[in-house]
């Protein structure tokens, strides 16, 4: 299994910035995708999940209604769009890989397989 994250990027506050996840190695037809990030000195947490059969999604509230989880099954790639991003948005952003069941999408342990992050800075 093999996941690589890129896309991040420098950007002002109030812009975007589109993540992608490049896939290979899973079972895509049982596989969960999630992004999390990591801000310094704080612990990793849960941004956008989606289920790569169906396409079914779930996000935090903290980015709900500014970012969007996507696959692209041609490519074997998950993306995450986000808008209208905020400082505190800056973090190392992972993809990561997972069997959860539906209520452990959001937690870290659901998953297995990540990628090796890509660094998201916001400027006020």
């Known amino acids: 299994v093999q996941l690589q994250a890129f896309g991040g990027g420098l950007v002002q506050a109030g812009g975007f910035l589109r993540l992608s996840c490049a896939a290979s190695?899973?079972?895509?037809?049982?596989?969960?995708l999630g992004w999390f990030r990591q801000a310094p000195g704080k612990e990793r947490e849960f941004v956008a999940g989606?289920?790569?059969?169906?396409?079914?999604?779930v996000y935090s509230d903290s980015v709900k209604a500014r970012f969007t989880i996507s696959r692209d099954n041609a490519k074997n790639t998950v993306c995450l769009q986000m808008n209208s991003l905020k400082p505190e948005d800056t973090a190392i952003y992972y993809c990561?890989?997972?069997?959860?069941?539906?209520?452990?999408?959001?937690?870290?342990?659901?998953?297995?397989?990540w990628g090796q992050g890509t660094q998201v800075t916001v400027s006020s």
């Open positions: 190695g899973l079972a895509f037809s049982s596989a969960k």
């Open positions: 989606i289920v790569w059969s169906g396409g079914r999604t």
């Open positions: 990561a890989e997972g069997r959860p069941i539906w209520s452990m999408m959001i937690k870290v342990t659901g998953y297995s397989q």
